[in-house]
């Protein structure tokens, strides 16, 4: 018997890329490489296309149940397949927060048959419950260490010593949300720079040095922004996770509420400074903390707007750009939105590899478009990147099926749930 479906092409494979076919059956790769036996589909992608593990992106909020005016889980999974992200792990800050077992069951049962794109939910630490009963459950836990969107700050040493236990028994990954909520003030904000002085440096820096006494567990620092946040996580054995925004964009002056985010952006030095980390390879992986709010919701009043911004669809395709312009190279855009991400969270997907899910985006890394809110598909209907140049995938994949052909979105809702 042949493979349901063959990719012939150049495909970023073993840290390469390089002229191959990759023979799909079940959802799987079962080869890669010239076979005598091609039966079944087959799709060239010709010379100009690039096949590229598909994203997986440990970190987004996809607001369904309880805020789906901002983004639904509908949504959000075709926001991910339009921007090459065909795993998405969502933080449990939706409403109710999920944080137990009952709550996480129902969470799930709400979002199966939903998804366009296989996903993964986390579960909250928070007081006096036990994550054990959840754990068989989840992708991973979070901990939100300061407050910021939802109510489920742990910021309790007491409190963190107790989960721990159980969430190193589970073997599952602990997400932190790094700032120390005593550290952050709470005076009046205009813009980001207030926002930023309200929200130092030092509460990253910090909450990460109070999570020393369980160096070596499987611990990922979220969204880090500085440098030395980085170099702590990692002499902790933590993984490291950043995003896109805090690399690109900073504080400035009289930056609004579109950019207000947690942690803040910093100032330019920090910024570039991570920047260059990433470059250097001191990253474990990208997410893009996909936090959509609405437009309206974030045109209030700086100080009242709330914090987050929305990315699942953007983070990818602008790395693309900067590979098309030579300003990274491919290697780190596979490894940071893909492998890193699924290896950390033991995931059977994010490389091209025999007995890996076919997860799968294409790349025609000729065709730059400039991104415009009118062409994305969150419900926030805005994006920072207004008018940056973007490789959108061609073509997207989610273990074999197609789910957009052409730039164009032509899903089913067959994501699942990766834990079951
Ligand atoms: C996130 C949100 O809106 O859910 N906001 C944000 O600024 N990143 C919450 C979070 O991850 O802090
Ligand atoms: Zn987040």
């Not at 390879?281 to 709330?306: R, W, Y």
Request: aromatic residues 6%.
């Amino acid at each position: 018997m042949g493979p349901d479906l063959v990719i012939a092409g150049r495909a970023f494979v073993g840290g390469e890329l390089k002229d191959t076919e990759i023979g799909i059956t079940d959802g799987k790769i079962v080869f890669i490489g010239p076979k005598a036996d091609r039966g079944g589909d087959r799709i060239d992608i010709g010379t100009s296309r690039i096949v590229l593990p598909g994203g997986v992106d440990p970190h987004v909020h996809f607001r369904d149940p309880g805020m789906t005016q901002k983004e639904d889980f509908g949504t959000g999974s075709i926001s991910a397949v339009c921007g090459g992200v065909t795993c998405v792990l969502d933080m449990p800050n939706t409403k109710p927060p999920a944080l137990d077992a009952d709550s996480v069951r129902d969470k799930k049962a709400r979002l199966r048959g939903r998804s366009y794109c296989d996903y993964g939910l986390f579960g909250a630490i928070s007081k006096n419950r036990s994550p054990s009963k959840m754990a068989p459950l989840v992708a991973g836990f979070k901990l939100f260490m300061g407050s910021t969107t939802g109510e489920i700050l742990t910021n309790d040493d007491t409190a963190i010593y107790k989960a721990m236990k159980d969430i190193e028994a589970s073997g599952k990954v602990l997400s932190v949300h790094a700032e120390d909520d005593s550290l952050l003030l709470h005076e009046y904000e205009r813009d980001c720079t207030d926002h930023l002085r309200n929200r130092p440096a030092t509460a990253e820096v910090n909450a990460i040095r109070r999570l020393s006494p369980y160096k070596g567990m499987k611990i990922n620092i979220c969204h880090v922004t500085t440098s030395e946040s980085l170099a702590l996580a990692s002499s902790l054995g933590f993984t490291t996770e950043v995003t896109l925004h805090h690399m690109v964009f900073d504080a400035g002056t009289g930056r609004g509420a579109k950019f207000k985010v947690n942690p803040p952006l910093r100032d330019r030095k920090t910024m570039e400074s991570l920047y260059r980390s990433f470059g250097e390879g001191s990253v474990t992986m990208i997410g893009s903390d996909h936090a959509p709010h609405t437009a309206d919701e974030k045109s209030q009043e700086f100080d009242s707007a709330p914090s987050g911004i929305p990315g699942v669809e953007t983070t990818m395709p602008i790395l693309l750009n900067m590979v098309r312009s030579g300003t990274i190279p491919m290697q780190l855009v596979a490894e940071m939105c893909s492998a890193a991400p699924a290896r950390a969270f033991g995931m059977n997907k994010g490389s091209i590899e025999v007995g890996k899910d076919a997860d799968l985006s294409i790349f025609d890394l000729r065709k730059t478009e400039q991104i415009g809110a009118s062409r994305l598909h969150s419900k926030a209907g805005y994006t920072p990147y207004e008018g940056w140049g973007a490789v959108f995938p061609n073509m997207v994949l989610v273990r074999g099926e197609v789910q957009l052909q052409d730039g164009e979105f032509c899903g089913e809702t067959m994501g699942e749930d990766i834990i079951g």
